[in-house]
């Protein structure tokens, strides 16, 4: 413990040796809900308008008036189980950098890309001689794909030639994409892109189109840039609806994912938006939300619903329905609701979701976490069907230290049986979940720098069976995230 704690002292002490930051105010560290996604680059700083609302002329000006921009995060994740089970640490440490022309006749080109190396841990390869455990949260911090690794790793991250056309952009290449169930999943140390062609038209008035094919993502917590089939199963897998391991990993057949998103404003207050997810030879799934407000006294009510269905395309990936990772019939329908207050630096919110249990919802994990509000960091709901949850959420901004945020959320999550294989894809118990946050941009000589410190605990509702499988990193666990990020 010793050890842990000089760890955490050094990531705190890291961050703040960088020069001073030049760009304008980073946005706010991301909420406990989920909501809205960080992005991984500060926004675009001010400039005068002969360079910022004026096109260039020429080849030489696109790149001389080009904006670079570089991020480094520090990143210490820790994970205590009960009694004698295996414990895990590690510290990672990346740094990047993205660059982007200015418009030239409306086109532009940017590429980026990220170095990351292992600090410290403990063994994240080696299973645990007792349990057969290994770390779940901590070995994300690297590349799942080679847990073993210590040396630099990096990747090609962002490529693309963007055209502008008075209020709209298309996209062609490597980009950075947000949607609610495609997203970066920015809980680690670089989030996930996608290569492909991206849409967004705004031409009609408080209406934004949204169309794209995608053929390669670049995971988080991987170094490879991998097909739309091959990214299955870069992440652990779970168990068939027989209770087998799946072995959908390497054996997919897609030639893409094709998304279109429509979000409309209706009124000052009221917002609806509708995602189709069509993945060739895999699934579609179909997400709406309609969020609605109004004010009461000094503050306002909010309120939000949600429904989500899916169903399987083609073979659900190979004609084999054991190789399969949709299988072949199967349907699942979600709905998340959420009733919330604000006032002043306050925000409370009551949530709840229910996935039905005619099948497991399936988004594949490699691709983004899900949206439902009853979401808290470390812990998700897909592959599961016959699930209630019930969160509460709240947030505080506190007003004599601008941007300084405190944030906790509690929530019950009540899943079918471990052994109910067709429902509970990686054995999940129902479990309780307490988070805490606190966030903060810095200020002054360290403008620039952002931080945030997130403990969790997790409890058993539930039957495990006395076997370690259905605990370890599971449930019954303490957690503590300390996540330090530098923009300029």
Request: aromatic content about 12%; glycine content about 10%.
């Amino acid at each position: 413990m010793n050890f842990l704690l000089r760890l955490g002292v050094a990531a705190l002490l890291l961050a703040p040796c960088a020069t001073q930051a030049q760009q304008a105010e980073p946005a706010p560290t991301r909420p406990i809900t989920g909501r809205p996604v960080l992005p991984p680059y500060p926004a675009a700083p001010a400039t005068s308008a002969t360079t910022d609302t004026l096109p260039a002329r020429t080849l030489a000006e696109a790149f001389g008036r080009g904006q670079w921009h570089g991020r480094v995060r520090n990143y210490f994740l820790a994970t205590l189980n009960q009694s004698s089970l295996p414990d895990y640490y590690a510290n990672g440490l990346g740094a990047g950098a993205r660059f982007e022309t200015a418009p030239l006749h409306g086109f532009s080109v940017g590429a980026g890309g990220f170095f990351w190396v292992n600090l410290a841990s403990n063994n994240l390869a080696t299973p645990d001689a007792a349990t057969g455990a290994v770390s779940r949260y901590e070995v994300g911090l690297f590349d799942v794909s080679n847990p073993a690794r210590r040396q630099l790793t990096g990747r090609p991250e962002e490529l693309f030639g963007r055209y502008r056309w008075r209020k709209s952009v298309a996209t062609f290449g490597r980009q950075l994409l947000v949607t609610p169930l495609l997203n970066p999943q920015d809980g680690r140390l670089s989030p996930n892109y996608a290569q492909g062609l991206w849409l967004e038209m705004n031409e009609l008035p408080r209406t934004t189109l949204t169309a794209g094919w995608l053929t390669r993502v670049a995971v988080r917590s991987t170094s490879e840039w991998a097909s739309v089939a091959g990214s299955l199963g870069l992440y652990p897998t779970g168990v068939d609806e027989t209770g087998k391991r799946a072995a959908y990993a390497g054996n997919q057949s897609s030639r893409g994912l094709g998304v279109l998103g429509v979000s409309r404003q209706l009124g000052t207050r009221t917002r609806v938006q509708a995602w189709n997810y069509y993945a060739d030879n895999l699934f579609n799934s179909l997400f709406t939300e309609l969020i609605t407000g109004r004010a009461l006294g000094a503050g306002q009510l909010t309120l939000g619903a949600q429904y989500h269905y899916q169903r399987t395309v083609g073979t659900g990936g190979n004609a084999n329905p054991a190789l399969a990772y949709s299988a072949p019939g199967r349907r699942a329908h979600a709905l998340s609701a959420r009733l919330g207050a604000q006032r002043g630096p306050w925000s409370l919110s009551a949530n709840y979701t229910r996935i039905t249990r005619t099948g497991r919802f399936l988004f594949p994990r490699e691709w983004g976490r899900e949206p439902f509000y009853t979401f808290l960091p470390r812990e998700r709901t897909e592959g599961s069907g016959g699930l209630d949850a019930a969160a509460l959420l709240a947030s505080y901004a506190v007003p004599t230290a601008p941007g300084l945020k405190a944030e906790v959320g509690y929530g019950h999550y009540y899943l079918p049986d471990v052994k109910n294989f067709r429902l509970n894809k990686y054995g999940l118990p129902s479990y309780s979940q307490f988070n805490a946050s606190l966030s903060y941009p810095f200020r002054g000589w360290a403008r620039g720098l952002r931080g945030q410190l997130l403990y969790l605990y997790k409890a058993s509702l539930t039957d495990t069976y006395g076997e370690a499988r259905y605990v370890v990193n599971k449930v019954d666990m303490h957690q503590l995230n300390l996540i330090l990020n530098y923009d300029f």
